[in-house]
Structure formats: C-alpha cells, structure tokens
C-alpha cells in the first residue's frame, strides 16, 4: 500500500505543473463553491440540483452534490498540490460529463455556452494526471519522507 501512494504523489521539481494547477484549482473551486454554497452568483445545492434534474441528470440533488465536491474539494487540493494526480482524474471526469451532457450540442465556442471552456479545463486536468503537482506542493514534501 505505502508504494502506491508513493507512486501517487511521486512528481518532478518543476515549476510548469505549479503554474497550472494553482490558476485551474482557483477557478475549479470557485465553480463548486457556486454549486455547493452559492457564491460568486451561483444557485447553490438546491438550484443546481433542481437544473442538473431538469437536464436528465438525476438524481439532481446527488449530481449537483458530486460535481460541486469535486470541483470544489478538487481545486482546493490543486491549489495545495495535495493528492493532485487523483484529484485531476475526479476533475478530468467531471469535465467530460459537464461536456457530453451540457456543452456538446452548443458547438465549441462558449459564446454559444458551447464546451470550449470545459474541454481547457479537461485538458489541464489531464496534463496534472500525466505531469503530477510539481514543484510547491505538498507532493513534493511529503514524496520526500
């Protein structure tokens, strides 16, 4: 068990994954603290969970729960650089789901709230799978011990 956390927290000490996550953890956990509690103009659990049942994804209640955590808690532990090759994987998910069941049928441009802005956030989360939190995180300190 202790080597595969240690597989999953290995990284390089490089400042390019760094430079990405804190700037994706930031928007990600403003988009589940709009989800989850209603901030920066958000509908909070009740309405997103009333609009993700109104589009199929049910239940709405438990769906809008799943994906304002994962964004939510998913970004805080970008911004960290804590368990980030995990927490990339939930938001990479979550980032297809939000642009197969959402976005798809829009086009690309998110003038026309098309999956644009998803598939960036999509490709981000995959690059921190690959690339892990680098470094200035807490990764780092702790694949040291």
């Known amino acids: 068990m202790k080597t595969f956390v240690k597989k999953i927290i290995a990284t390089e000490n490089h400042l390019n994954p760094m430079a990405l996550r804190i700037p994706v953890g930031i928007i990600f956990v403003a988009h589940g603290a709009q989800k989850l509690f ?19 994804l049910n239940p ?31 938001l990479a998910f979550t980032m297809i789901v939000a642009i197969l069941a959402v976005h798809i049928g829009n086009g690309l441009f998110m003038s026309n709230n098309g999956y644009e802005f998803g598939l960036a956030l999509l490709a981000a989360s995959v690059a921190l799978v690959i690339s892990g939190a680098g470094r200035g995180s807490l990764d780092a300190m702790l694949s040291k011990v």
């Open 60 to 90: 709405g209640y438990l769906m809008a729960l799943l994906a304002g955590s994962a964004e939510f808690f998913g970004g805080l532990a970008l911004i960290l650089g804590l368990l980030v090759r995990p927490a990339a994987a939930v």
């Open 38 to 56: 209603g901030w920066f103009g958000g509908y909070g659990l009740e309405g997103t969970a009333q609009w993700m049942a109104s589009i199929s």
